[in-house]
Each structure stands twice: as C-alpha cells, then as structure tokens.
C-alpha cells in the first residue's frame, strides 16, 4: 500500500544532542511537510519541500532544518534539542502544494528530551 | 498564525449518539477540510467542503459550511467506540500552499 513512513516512532535524546527524524513517501508526491504538534495542540507547520523548493516558516526556529535529498525521502534536523523540543513530529505529503488538496499523514515520530 | 478555532475543546457521549463539533475560521478561504486524529498517530483525511458548497456528506460524516459567518460544522451520525479521537478542521495558508489546523476538538465516545 503507497504509504508515508516515519521512522523512528519514538526517539530519545539528550539535551543539546543533535537528532534527525525521518520520513519515506511512496506515493510520489511533489510536497512534503513537516509538523510539530506539542500535546493538546494543534500541528503546526515547521516547512515543506515542493519538490526541491524548501519552503521555511517564518516562526520556525534556526535550530529546526530539514533536507529533501529525493523524491521519496525527507529528513527533519534538530541540530540542539532543547526541553521545549519534545513534541509529536508529523510528516506529510500531498500530490501538489495547490489548495484544496488532502495531506497524507505518517504516523508521527515522538520525542523525548531529556 | 492559526486560522481555525474548534468548539468544544472535548465532547463525551454515549454511543449511538450524534456528535458535533464546530470550527470558526477568520479570514475567507477556498475550501475548509476536517482532519481525524487518533491517540498518538497521525492525521487521517476526513472530507473537504469547498467554499461555494453547503453541505457534504461521506458515510455518518455530514460537514457543513457558512462562508457568512466563517464556520463549519462536522457532525458524526450514530457514533462508536471507534469514533473516539481528536478532530481538526484546516484551512489554506494565505499562500495557499499548506494548511493551517485549528486546536482540534477531543471526542470520547463510550459504550
């Protein structure tokens, strides 16, 4: 079944650690993009890729990156997790960045800061 | 900047019952869609309404949209257990090249 993967489901790190978190898509769509939902909160948007195009947030921290080395794959950087880093992260994607398209949700990454 | 406010924040009921949840938005948008999120997973399409529809049904789902007072509402027919989870309206950013979630709306649906 054409998917979005995220891997880990759940990553523990150490304060000021860098981690990365990943994403794979295999219904080769154009647009991914990365959420952060802290609990009880709605998901908000970090950035997405239209297809190489790296499209940053206004809000979202310097210390949150991301690369798209292809298609399929999509990568999430947090290069000093602080406490206030632990959250849910989302990936998704959508056949095109136009409105009025449905988003295809991976089941989300976890994580901790310790 | 969010866009979407849902109401309630959480809603109980019985099974069998009908739930429904509400969602304001505050600038005008192209189309409104409703968002599924069981506990710890990730978010799972319900339906979109368009700005020039009403009404839209899918299954027990029925959306509604009044573009005047910049609010839809999602109603859920005869709910289930299953139907527990949390529930997101979104809208268009003002690029309209991704989407912006409202605070969601917490369901328990109990047997």
């Known amino acids: 079944d054409a998917m979005v993967i995220q891997n880990p489901r759940y990553q523990v790190t150490q304060f000021g650690k860098p981690v990365t978190l990943s994403c794979s898509q295999t219904l080769n769509h154009n647009v991914m993009y990365w959420y952060q939902q802290k609990s009880s909160q709605a998901p908000k948007l970090l950035f997405h890729?239209?297809?190489?195009?790296?499209?940053n947030e206004a809000d979202t921290p310097d210390n949150f990156q991301s690369r798209r080395p292809n298609t399929s794959f999509c990568f999430l950087d947090i290069r000093s997790p602080g406490l206030g880093d632990a959250a849910m992260y989302l990936c998704?994607?959508?056949?095109?960045?136009?409105?009025?398209?449905?988003?295809?949700f991976g089941p989300g990454t976890r994580l901790t800061v310790l | 900047s969010q866009q979407g406010e849902e109401d309630p924040q959480a809603l109980s009921i019985q099974e069998g019952e009908n739930a429904t949840m509400n969602c304001s938005y505050k600038t005008s948008i192209n189309n409104l869609q409703w968002y599924r999120q069981n506990s710890g997973r990730g978010l799972v399409h319900l339906i979109l309404?368009?700005?020039?529809?009403r009404e839209k049904h899918s299954g027990r789902l029925r959306v509604t949209l009044d573009t005047s007072k910049k609010s839809s509402s999602l109603l859920i027919t005869a709910s289930r257990a299953a139907d527990t989870a949390s529930y997101f309206c979104a809208t268009d950013n003002q690029a309209g090249t991704a989407l912006i979630f409202g605070k969601g709306t917490t369901l328990s649906v109990s047997s």
């Open positions: 890729y239209y297809d190489k195009d790296f499209n």
């Open positions: 309404i368009r700005s020039n529809e």
């Open positions: 998704a994607t959508s056949p095109t960045g136009i409105s009025g398209n449905e988003q295809f």
